[in-house]
């Protein structure tokens, strides 16, 4: 894992390839890791709160805190799933089940302001991953991540929102382990176990927002929508 130092703060309209390309070199085969929060930036994904009406819903769901904020979340999300005021675990309509719908207002631009997500994050890492190609020659997958928690574990990990020139997932099934044993359900997150390993070099505080994770040799094509639970096999939902 190679972390990419030396990005300006991005801003709307930024050239967030451009600005990896000049900070680092880039070889064919890599996997690029880009922190959401940037290519949200990039986008113009950021919410001044000032802008911001307040329903009675939010109201209630604050708690204390900002009902602003929560008017934001209320918004980014098609289902409430838990509410413990004011935390919300609500799914967005990428079909991610997270923490206050992927509103956040860590690293965003300015004060009483927060950053959404992505509209599209796989359609971000595909242009991001087209950007790059023009701009070095070399073919790289890109990954598009955001921390999250998980049910059962405490703390949170980066995982991939969006992906492009990567499978993101590696099916096991019907191969043999070495007794001979048919695995019968085995699937690997690859995508989030690369996000969540190039996390390790850029850190939440250290304003290193992209990482190169090279030697990795499982390529393919997919995105990261492929890694939703699908609703028929969800469990908790």
């Known amino acids: 894992m190679i972390p990419v130092r030396g990005l300006p703060e991005v801003r709307e309209e ?21 922190a959401q929060k940037v290519v949200s930036k990039a986008e ?26 929560l008017e934001v979340i209320l918004g980014e999300s ?30 965003a631009p300015e ?8 509209e599209d994050p796989d359609a971000s890492a595909a242009r991001l991953r087209s950007r790059l190609a023009e701009l070095t020659g070399v073919d790289v997958a ?22 492009a020139g990567l499978q993101p997932l590696l099916d096991l099934q019907g191969r043999r382990d070495a007794t001979g ?29 992209a990482a190169v994770v090279r030697g990795f040799g499982h390529r393919g094509e997919g995105t990261a929508r492929e890694l939703v639970m699908p609703p028929q096999r969800d469990l908790f939902r």
């Open 14 to 34: 930024d050239d967030v390839a451009a600005l990896i390309a000049d900070a680092v070199e880039l070889e064919g085969g890599d996997v690029v890791v880009v």
């Open 44 to 69: 113009g994904r950021v919410v001044r709160l000032d802008d911001v009406k307040a329903s009675a819903q939010a109201r209630d769901l604050a708690d204390g805190e900002d009902p602003r904020r």
């Open 78 to 107: 098609v289902r409430l799933v838990r509410t413990r005021p004011p935390l919300v675990i609500a799914e967005t309509r990428h079909g991610f089940v997270c923490a206050s719908a992927g509103v956040d207002a860590s690293n």
């Open 111 to 118: 004060p009483d302001s927060v950053v959404l997500l992505p």
């Open 142 to 163: 890109v990954i598009v991540s955001d921390s999250f928690g998980r049910a059962w574990r405490q703390g949170t990990t980066d995982v991939a929102i969006g992906c």
């Open 181 to 209: 044993y048919e695995l019968h359900a085995t699937v690997i997150a690859v995508a989030d176990e690369l996000a969540g390993a190039a996390e390790l070099v850029r850190g939440k505080l250290d304003g290193v927002p």
